[in-house]
Structures are given as structure tokens and as C-alpha cells.
């Protein structure tokens, strides 16, 4: 990371990849997270392509009363998971700031994905 | 999560709480602090003022994330709410011997914690 | 070394630019299932970025009658190969 040279290294990196409602990936991603987290270890999230949609403001239950993730997600820092990371690439796409989004993600750049990867013991993608 | 199971139900007042499998209730907004003392009474305890407030917190932790928090979580919670002093494992030990978490989710009418064993 | 598996077609899909944009230098690329149409010689060109490190599973190739199609650049393995390629690496990635 070229801001972050204090960024220590995780137990665990979780990519989120998948949209919330669409399907079940986003959630399933944060449970694993979640289960981690409450077994002590350091857990990191990175919001990747469509996941970083996961964090934009104003969300709401779906269609039949299915729960959002929202609250799950404002959840994560009881969990003392406090580090998450978006994809520059994703805000992009998306045409997304990181300081509209919930939780002030970082910002992570394309250059430094592989970085951030090799930084932690474990990486799962959902 | 929650089970929609009722295996039992708990009579308070005139009021039929429904118990899902592990006991805990399967309808959220069938609690009340009667619901509450009947349970614990169940498992041969009185409830002090200091299970009362872990109670509370556990209460405003689910309407504020949907989901009963794991240990690590509700200590935290606990500590935030409560004071430090009471946000240590230790002290929700003590009130809630074994497993502290599922045992004061299930008094305050919460489903049973997900993300812990 | 990190090996990252991809599962799903260039054609359709943009998975494989994530896994391509989580890739370290000495990191390698196995395409498997539907994934395996990135070694046509058509499709070939999305992982020009890193040549030398892009594998494909024989057996999915195989069955879809591509093996013969394969791109010169792709190296095809087969089970024990993608065993090998698993052993190798400090960590497997999958992109789906």
C-alpha cells in the first residue's frame, strides 16, 4: 500500500464480489467474516466489482420483507472488523465516490490488490 | 437463526409464548420482562438489575442490527452501554454462566446467536 | 504464489479481469468448466498480461472439443497437473 505502510497484516481477507438481493454471496461472505471475527481472529473485507454497491447509503428490506444487509454491515465494527477496503476500480464503474458510501471504506488501487492479498494468511472470495 | 418451529410453548399470565426446539422464543414480539422472568426461572435463576441491563443492551443491539451478537460483540456492546467495568467477559460469566451469550439472547426474547459455536 | 481458478467464460462474464487485478507478479491463472473458452486463440488476448502463467484444465477442454482449438500460449494440465499447480501455491483463489 503506498499510504498505508503501517497496514499490519490479517488473518483474513473476505472479497465481496456479488450485490446485495441479487443473490445469497453477499451474505454468506459476511457470515464467514462474522464467524471469524467472533472466534478472535482479524478480519478485513474488500468490496470488489459489484459488492461495493453493498455500501451505498439509504438501503432498504427487499420484496417480501427479505432482510437487507445493511445493518449487518453496520454491525461489522462490534465484530472489531474496521478494515474495509473498495476497489477504485469498482467506485468507477459504478460512478461512486468513497465518501458517499457507508462505513469510509478505503480506497484500494489496482496496484495494490495483489499486495493486500499477499498480506493475509487467508483470502476467500464470495 | 431463527427456528419457526414452535416444540413448546410457555404459559405467562394468558399469554402462549412459543419455544422453538432450543428455547428460544420463535416470535420476537411475543417478549415481555414476565417472558423474560419465566424463563429464567426455568433454569432456577432470579433476574437481578444487572441481568435487567444486559438484557436491555441485547435488546437495542438486535433492533439496531437485526442479528444477537456472538460473545465478542455483546461484551462489546455491553462495555459501550454499560461502562467498561461490566464490559468483560468476566462479568457476563458471572450473570450468565456457560455460554453467556445465547443464554441472555434467549432471555431477551432474541433468536439464537449465529456466529458463535 | 498464489493460484487463482476461474470458472466462467470471457466472453460472458468480467470475473476473470477480478481475479486478473488481484494477481501478484508470480501469481498463475487456471481456467476451468466454461472458464476453459479463454484459451481459444479468439479470446486469448484478455490475459495477454500475464504471459507464461496461464493454465487451462485438459479434461473441461476436452469435453467441449476446444483441446485441439487451444491457444500456443496456454499450458493444459490435466487432474494431476491441477493437483501439482494447487501444491504449489501458498494459496487458492476462486473467481466465479
Same mark, same amino acid.
Given at each position: 500500500?503506498?499510504?498505508?505502510? *503501517?497496514?499490519?497484516? /490479517?488473518?483474513l481477507?473476505?472479497i465481496?464480489r456479488? $450485490?446485495p438481493?441479487g443473490?445469497?454471496?453477499?451474505?454468506?461472505?459476511?457470515d464467514?467474516a462474522?464467524v $471469524?471475527? !467472533?472466534?478472535g481472529?482479524?478480519?478485513?473485507?474488500?468490496f470488489m466489482?459489484? /459488492?461495493?454497491? $453493498?455500501l451505498?447509503?439509504?438501503? !432498504?428490506?427487499?420484496?417480501?420483507?427479505?432482510?437487507?444487509?445493511?445493518?449487518?454491515?453496520?454491525?461489522?465494527?462490534?465484530?472489531?472488523?474496521?478494515?474495509l477496503?473498495?476497489?477504485a476500480e469498482?467506485?468507477?464503474r459504478f460512478?461512486?465516490?468513497?465518501?458517499e458510501l457507508?462505513?469510509?471504506?478505503?480506497?484500494l488501487q489496482?496496484?495494490d490488490s495483489a499486495e493486500l492479498?499477499?498480506?493475509?494468511?487467508?483470502?476467500?472470495?464470495? | 437463526m431463527?427456528?419457526?418451529e414452535?416444540?413448546?410453548?410457555? @404459559?405467562?399470565? *394468558?399469554?402462549?409464548?412459543?419455544? *422453538?426446539p432450543?428455547?428460544?422464543?420463535?416470535?420476537?414480539?411475543q417478549?415481555?420482562?414476565?417472558?423474560?422472568?419465566?424463563l429464567?426461572?426455568?433454569?432456577g435463576?432470579?433476574?437481578?438489575?444487572?441481568?435487567?441491563?444486559?438484557?436491555?443492551?441485547?435488546?437495542?443491539?438486535?433492533?439496531e442490527?437485526e442479528?444477537? +451478537?456472538?460473545?465478542?460483540p455483546?461484551v462489546?456492546?455491553?462495555?459501550?452501554?454499560l461502562?467498561?467495568?461490566? #464490559?468483560?467477559?468476566?462479568?457476563?460469566?458471572?450473570?450468565? +454462566?456457560?455460554?453467556?451469550?445465547?443464554r !441472555?439472547?434467549?432471555?431477551a426474547g432474541?433468536?439464537?446467536p449465529?456466529? @458463535?459455536? | 504464489?498464489?493460484?487463482?481458478?476461474?470458472n466462467?467464460?470471457?466472453?460472458?462474464y468480467?470475473?476473470?479481469e477480478?481475479?486478473l487485478?488481484?494477481?501478484?507478479?508470480?501469481d498463475?491463472?487456471?481456467?476451468?468448466?466454461d472458464g476453459?473458452?479463454? !484459451?481459444?486463440?479468439?479470446l486469448?488476448?484478455?490475459?495477454e498480461?500475464?504471459? /507464461?502463467?496461464?493454465?487451462?484444465?485438459r479434461?473441461?477442454?476436452?469435453?467441449?472439443g476446444?483441446?485441439?482449438? @487451444?491457444?500456443?500460449e496456454?499450458?493444459?494440465v490435466?487432474v494431476? #497437473?491441477?493437483?501439482q499447480?494447487?501444491?504449489?501455491?501458498?494459496?487458492?483463489?476462486?473467481?466465479?
Amino acid at each position: 500500500m503506498h499510504h498505508d505502510h *503501517d497496514t499490519p497484516a /490479517g488473518d483474513l481477507l473476505v472479497i465481496l464480489r456479488h $450485490a446485495p438481493h441479487g443473490s445469497g454471496w453477499l451474505r454468506e461472505g459476511l457470515d464467514v467474516a462474522l464467524v $471469524a471475527a !467472533a472466534f478472535g481472529g482479524d478480519v478485513s473485507l474488500l468490496f470488489m466489482g459489484e /459488492g461495493v454497491t $453493498a455500501l451505498v447509503e439509504d438501503q !432498504a428490506a427487499g420484496a417480501l420483507d427479505q432482510k437487507g444487509t445493511a445493518p449487518t454491515l453496520r454491525m461489522l465494527e462490534m465484530y472489531d472488523i474496521d478494515t474495509l477496503w473498495v476497489e477504485a476500480e469498482a467506485l468507477a464503474r459504478f460512478g461512486l465516490s468513497a465518501d458517499e458510501l457507508m462505513l469510509a471504506p478505503r480506497v484500494l488501487q489496482a496496484e495494490d490488490s495483489a499486495e493486500l492479498i499477499r498480506r493475509h494468511a487467508r483470502v476467500l472470495t464470495f | 437463526m431463527a427456528s419457526s418451529e414452535i416444540t413448546r410453548h410457555l @404459559c405467562v399470565a *394468558d399469554a402462549r409464548v412459543g419455544l *422453538d426446539p432450543e428455547g428460544y422464543l420463535v416470535d420476537i414480539g411475543q417478549w415481555s420482562p414476565a417472558v423474560a422472568e419465566a424463563l429464567a426461572s426455568e433454569e432456577g435463576v432470579i433476574l437481578e438489575a444487572e441481568h435487567w441491563e444486559v438484557l436491555e443492551v441485547l435488546r437495542a443491539f438486535y433492533a439496531e442490527y437485526e442479528m444477537a +451478537p456472538a460473545m465478542r460483540p455483546l461484551v462489546k456492546a455491553v462495555g459501550r452501554d454499560l461502562g467498561p467495568d461490566k #464490559g468483560r467477559s468476566m462479568h457476563l460469566m458471572r450473570l450468565f +454462566p456457560g455460554s453467556p451469550a445465547k443464554r !441472555a439472547a434467549r432471555l431477551a426474547g432474541l433468536p439464537k446467536p449465529t456466529h @458463535c459455536l | 504464489m498464489n493460484l487463482h481458478i476461474v470458472n466462467r467464460s470471457p466472453a460472458s462474464y468480467r470475473v476473470h479481469e477480478q481475479a486478473l487485478a488481484a494477481m501478484g507478479p508470480e501469481d498463475r491463472l487456471l481456467l476451468i468448466e466454461d472458464g476453459v473458452q479463454g !484459451a481459444l486463440p479468439a479470446l486469448v488476448r484478455h490475459f495477454e498480461a500475464i504471459p /507464461g502463467r496461464l493454465f487451462a484444465q485438459r479434461e473441461d477442454l476436452e469435453s467441449r472439443g476446444l483441446l485441439g482449438r @487451444c491457444d500456443g500460449e496456454v499450458q493444459v494440465v490435466d487432474v494431476e #497437473g491441477f493437483v501439482q499447480l494447487t501444491e504449489q501455491a501458498e494459496q487458492t483463489l476462486s473467481w466465479y
